[in-house]
């Protein structure tokens, strides 16, 4: 049987990689702090460990995106006590990572409803085996999203338009776009990040061409005042997910005019194809390597 302290670490490696945390010790939630930000007069974002989660507040009850890790929910529903007394309503998934789900069932307890795309309810029930190859283990029942799709969806609450709207196989196979019209913000979850490289978990649905259009998606909703909200990140603009678009077409190019050139995965990360934008990206768990690892995986499956 795995330790507590095994089962957390495999934990934050299926939400942010492996690679960067294969030599770390698991985190100490107890030590964590929620940091609470005003966004507009009654929508707010709560930073803790894990995914940036979202807060539409409003005499209705409060509209959630993404629960983080589980041993945070006190925590975050401390921090929403701060801002509302009204009851916690509705939780979106932006995708199935643990940093993003984790407190799903913990919410489920309290009467809120899931909400999430099709296939991020079925990789939750069924999930890919682990690192050591160890079965992996389904989430419990109370943490399955309640409501699915795969079509855009509207709730309509606290007098907003709540537009959720699938973004196919970017980041995974269940990545949704949450879209406020009336506060002119978009909640993306990581297939924008906005700290590391960016990440595409090919295991889990996503895709090179997925994260491409995803970027390209959330570039054609933005207009010049939009906020968007990385899972991972500070609140940012149209102009970065451009840039960060413009960044992995970059990479993607040299990557695959080395890979035309017979080079192997370890040739390929020595020619650093990022080099010209290492010093630009926030560091953060993903990175330049491991960002090259991905693409070239994506590229060379295609060319086979």
Known sequence: MRTLAARISLLVCA?????AYAQQPPPDFSKVEIKSTQIAADFYILEGLGGTVSVLTGPEGV????????????????????????????????????DHT????????????????????????????????APGKPAPALALPVV????????????????????????????????????DILAVGDYYRGIGYPYVDLKNGGSLAGILDGLGATIGRAGPN????????PVTDRNAVIAQRDLILAVRDKVAALLAQNKT?????????????????????????????????SLHHDTR
């Open 148 to 183: 699915t799709y795969d079509g855009p969806v509207s709730i309509h609450v606290d007098g907003e338009d709540v537009r959720l709207l699938p973004i196919r196989n970017a980041h995974t196979d269940g990545d949704t776009l949450i879209s406020f019209s009336n506060h």
């Open 102 to 133: 984790g407190g799903n069932e913990n919410f489920a307890k309290l009467g809120t409803i899931i909400f999430s795309r099709d296939q991020l309810r079925q990789r939750l029930e069924h999930p890919n085996p682990a690192a050591d190859g």
């Open 226 to 233: 939009t906020k968007i909200i990385p899972g991972h990140g």
């Open 63 to 98: 509209l959630l995106v993404d629960s983080q890790f589980a041993p945070l929910t006190d925590k975050l529903v401390a921090a929403i006590k701060k801002i509302t007394n009204k009851p916690i309503r509705f939780l979106v998934n932006t995708h199935l990572h643990g």
């Open 15 to 19: 939400a942010v990689g492996c690679a």
């Open 265 to 297: 995965l370890e040739e390929i990360i020595a020619a650093k194809p990022t080099a010209e934008f290492d010093a630009q990206v926030p560091r953060g768990a993903q990175t330049a390597d491991s960002f090259v690892t991905w693409m070239y995986e």
